[in-house]
């Protein structure tokens, strides 16, 4: 199993808009795809712009698919409009 945890650094004013695209757009289309296991939103406490997103998928090959897909790339454009920066730090699922 894979998790994938990617931080966002959102535009102060667009956490709102953050969290409903997340919800409302992005997590349903990702929960499609084929190997998806979950995803969650986390926001930092002591940091209301910075978001931590973790995600899993059965396999690295599952998740691959779910980056280079269709559905993921047509999302990107209205996420990038959302936040500042991001990082991305990928785990095998040991236990």
Same mark, same amino acid.
Request: hydrophobic share 45%.
């Given at each position: 199993?894979?998790?994938?945890?990617?931080?966002?650094?959102?535009?102060?004013?667009?956490?709102?808009?953050?969290?409903?695209?997340?919800?409302? #757009?992005?997590?349903? &289309?990702?929960?499609? *795809?084929?190997?998806?296991?979950?995803? /969650?939103?986390?926001?930092? @406490?002591?940091?209301?712009?910075?978001?931590?997103?973790?995600?899993?998928?059965?396999?690295?090959?599952?998740?691959?698919?779910?980056?280079?897909? #269709?559905?993921?790339? &047509?999302?990107?454009? *209205?996420?990038?409009?959302?936040?500042? /920066?991001?990082?991305?730090? @990928?785990?095998?699922?040991?236990?």
């Amino acid at each position: 199993m894979i998790e994938r945890h990617i931080t966002f650094n959102v535009h102060p004013d667009r956490t709102a808009d953050f969290e409903q695209f997340i919800d409302g #757009e992005y997590r349903p &289309a990702m929960a499609g *795809a084929p190997g998806f296991v979950r995803c /969650e939103l986390l926001r930092e @406490a002591d940091s209301p712009t910075r978001y931590q997103m973790a995600f899993r998928f059965e396999d690295a090959d599952k998740a691959a698919a779910w980056r280079t897909s #269709e559905v993921h790339l &047509a999302l990107q454009p *209205a996420l990038k409009e959302l936040h500042a /920066e991001m990082v991305i730090q @990928a785990y095998e699922v040991i236990r």
